[in-house]
């Protein structure tokens, strides 16, 4: 990869970090961009459906089922837009689970460029397998 693309991946990724704070998350905050032809065309975080309440997490700190990942935000928006997402680039700050992969693969897009390994990695091994271009950029400040 040459440097010029390395310096994008970083850029792209510092802007999925910032997304991520709107997330109302409590134990983990996630953002992702659709990038096309050097054009964001999809963004998201992670977070509750519309129209629900903004709470992730239940009274004993686990994640509510029904909590959306940013990867499958940024892509069903993409969903209910004009553009597709063919041979786009998804940078997301955490890498995605095989939930969020699956949906990865469906959408077309060819390179998933994540800031942080997340512990179970069965999400990647598919984007692998599937011959997605798979990338870790770590850019974030881990406490």
Known sequence: MDKKQRDLDLRYLRM?????????????????????????????????????????????????????????????????????????????????CIECVKLIIQAGIKRVIYAREYRITDGIQLLRRAGIETLVQPILNES
């Open 16 to 96: 999925a970090a910032i997304w991520a704070e709107n997330s109302y998350c409590q134990r983990r905050q996630v953002g992702a961009l659709i990038v096309k032809d050097k054009m964001i065309i999809s963004d998201g975080y992670n977070g509750t459906p519309s129209g629900f309440e903004n709470i992730c997490e239940d009274e004993d700190n686990l994640t509510k089922p029904y909590v959306l990942h940013a990867e499958a935000n940024a892509i069903t928006k993409i969903a209910r837009s004009g553009n597709n997402s063919d041979g786009a680039t998804l940078y997301v700050t955490d890498s995605p």
